[in-house]
Structure formats: C-alpha cells, structure tokens
C-alpha cells in the first residue's frame, strides 16, 4: 500500500498518496475515517492470480 499523508490546505484536509492529492474534505477525523476504510478494503481484496499456474481454456473449437 501506498504511503498516506493528511494535510491542511486552507479549511480543507487532503488526503495524499505519495505526492498527489487524492481526496479533500472539512474534518481531518473524516480524512483518517477514510483512511482507514481504504486500507482494509485493500487488504480484504484476494490475491491476484498468475495466469500461468492457470491457463485460460478456449471453449470454441478451433476451425
């Protein structure tokens, strides 16, 4: 996962990935909400699968 950073600009908090704003809203309490929801449904996602452990069978018969 990303490196996350909250930070003022004017009344609003930005939420930052790396060094690009990704999110502004009014409450920093909200922002680290937000935070925190993002990373646990990144963490909840499965693993991607390597397509070469499983090959993709073609159902049409070739001509």
Do not use: F, W
């Not at 004017?10 to 704003?21: F, L």
């Amino acid at each position: 996962m990303k490196s996350y950073s909250i930070v003022r600009i004017g009344d609003d908090y930005v939420v930052r990935a790396d060094d690009k704003n990704i999110l502004k809203v009014a409450s920093r309490r909200r922002a680290a909400q937000l935070v925190t929801d993002a990373a646990e449904l990144l963490n909840a996602q499965p693993e991607p699968v390597d397509d070469a452990e499983h090959p993709v069978v073609d159902s049409v018969p070739p001509i």
